[in-house]
């Protein structure tokens, strides 16, 4: 193998692509891995995973590098990157569709619609569905037909002895079990993953409301009525929000998400928020493709950011809501950007018990989150204090925190990612890692 198609597949420090490479979606975290090995099939992940053992590394492993603290990365260590796998197939007479790891959202998507399937994978584009799914997976699908994970119904997985093993209901069900919203890259390295598909839907409505110079009276009504909203039985739509302070455009709302009925459908179920005053509102009849495609295009190509997101049971005051809008009035020294991020739980992701899978959190109302993004590399310090002293006051009136918005500040991580399901957790882990290969910040640890 000569040098150049060497440093394609393993990427070490003297590679001229080495820095570009270890980039992740978040930019304000840079790692220094020792390597990074891009594997083109399952060959190429069992041997990585061997030659990490047999050099006595520790292993992260990457898809879509989406991982908000950036644990798919790390200073001197061995990089599994399964980015390449883009295997997508189809079986309708199973009603399934087999993914490999490196299949990110729009692809999914994308590969779906000829089919006329939608499906409750997330909102970013980018994303790789298999660290998604790991950590649950919300997307404007959820209430309509549960989490990511929900749908998911064998995984093939590269595990520390470097074996590629299935689970699913039948073969190795603690690890499948642990797999739907155990976390990314506990266990393994996910080669493949199997899915059940919902029923077709072909037409969906998108719909867009948005609330411009907003005063903390405007901010205060649409948190009760999105708390109010988010405890009802309407679950054809799962939007989600942001009550933000922009440089550019000031203290604002958004709202968003796909309806899975006509515009008229879609407009009453969402007559609370319009009757808002100063909902500017668009409802666009497409199909679900170009609806996801539609709501992709508000994502950038990378940010530099830090976001902590917690579960709600819904009941918070108006003294608490107060209390998170007020976060928010002022953004970090240099920060562009701040907010208080809303997604909406319920409907169809109750229906499942909390301990039915690793997901826990299944009986909260909306995920509620803050955010803090800035440029220049010299507003990082003021922004991860910001976000810090925030944190604290979030925590104090929230259940939970949600793995796929992880936050290196989180006390107690196993129990705030993972609630009652940790013990269970970590006794897997101990079943198929018992040497913490797979070993992060914050991973399980046996």
């Known amino acids: 193998m000569d040098q150049e198609k060497q440093c394609r597949k393993y990427v070490l420090p003297f590679c001229p692509n080495y820095h570009m490479d270890r980039q992740i979606f978040n930019r304000?975290?840079?790692?220094?891995?020792?390597?990074?090995?891009?594997?083109?099939?399952?060959?190429?992940?069992?041997?990585?995973?061997?030659?990490?053992?047999?050099?006595g590394q520790t292993v992260r492993v990457r898809s879509g590098g989406h991982n908000y603290e950036g644990f798919s990365i790390g200073d001197n260590v061995v990089v599994i990157d399964t980015s390449h796998l883009k295997n997508i197939s189809i079986c309708e007479?199973?009603?399934?569709?087999?993914?490999?790891?490196?299949?990110?959202?729009?692809?999914?998507?994308?590969?779906?619609?000829?089919?006329?399937?939608p499906f409750p994978s997330g909102t970013c584009p980018t994303v790789n569905a298999v660290g998604l799914t790991q950590g649950g997976g919300w997307g404007h699908s959820a209430r309509m037909f549960g989490l990511t994970c929900d749908l998911l119904v064998e995984a093939d997985i590269v595990d520390a002895a470097g074996n590629l093993i299935t689970a699913n209901a039948t073969w190795n069900s603690d690890l499948f079990w642990a797999l739907r919203g155990g976390g990314g890259g506990n266990f393994g390295v996910i080669t493949s993953l199997t899915y059940s598909l919902p029923p077709k839907f072909v037409y969906v409505t998108?719909?867009?409301?948005?609330?411009?110079?907003?005063?903390?009276?405007?901010?205060?009504?649409?948190?009760?009525?999105?708390?109010?909203w988010t405890r009802g039985d309407e679950n054809r739509f799962t939007p989600n929000s942001r009550i933000f302070n922009s440089a550019r455009d000031g203290m604002g709302?958004?709202?968003?998400?796909?309806?899975?009925?006509?515009?008229?459908?879609?407009?009453?179920a969402v007559e609370p928020f319009l009757n808002i005053r100063g909902a500017r509102s668009f409802f666009e009849y497409t199909t679900f493709e170009e609806a996801t495609q539609i709501d992709a295009s508000v994502y950038p190509p990378s940010e530099k950011f830090r976001f902590a997101g917690r579960f709600s049971n819904g009941n918070m005051?108006?003294?608490?809501?107060?209390?998170?809008?007020?976060?928010?009035?002022?953004?970090?020294?240099?920060?562009?950007?701040?907010?208080?991020?809303?997604?909406?739980?319920?409907?169809?992701?109750?229906?499942?018990?909390?301990?039915?899978?690793?997901?826990?959190?299944?009986?909260?109302?909306?995920?509620?989150?803050?955010?803090?993004?800035?440029?220049?590399p010299s507003a990082e310090y003021a922004s991860l204090a910001w976000i810090q002293s925030r944190f604290e006051i979030l925590r104090s009136f929230t259940i939970g925190s949600y793995i796929n918005f992880p936050y290196l500040q989180t006390n107690d991580y196993m129990d705030a990612y993972y609630g009652g399901n940790a013990?269970?957790?970590?006794?897997?882990?101990?079943?198929?890692?018992?040497?913490?290969?797979?070993?992060?910040?914050?991973?399980?640890?046996?």
């Open 28 to 55: 304000s975290i840079q790692k220094y891995p020792s390597v990074i090995i891009y594997c083109e099939n399952e060959e190429d992940v069992k041997q990585a995973v061997r030659h990490a053992v047999d050099s």
């Open 93 to 117: 007479e199973n009603n399934t569709v087999k993914i490999g790891s490196g299949v990110s959202n729009s692809e999914l998507y994308g590969f779906l619609s000829k089919y006329n399937f």
């Open 206 to 228: 998108y719909v867009d409301i948005q609330y411009h110079n907003i005063n903390e009276a405007t901010a205060l009504q649409f948190f009760r009525t999105w708390q109010e």
């Open 253 to 268: 709302i958004f709202l968003r998400g796909f309806f899975y009925g006509s515009p008229q459908e879609a407009e009453a």
């Open 317 to 376: 005051s108006d003294s608490q809501m107060l209390s998170l809008i007020r976060m928010i009035r002022y953004r970090a020294r240099g920060s562009n950007y701040c907010s208080v991020a809303l997604y909406a739980m319920g409907g169809k992701v109750r229906e499942i018990q909390p301990c039915e899978t690793a997901f826990f959190y299944r009986d909260s109302d909306y995920i509620v989150g803050i955010e803090t993004v800035w440029r220049n």
């Open 423 to 446: 013990e269970r957790l970590v006794e897997i882990k101990k079943l198929y890692d018992p040497c913490d290969l797979f070993c992060f910040p914050q991973s399980i640890r046996a």
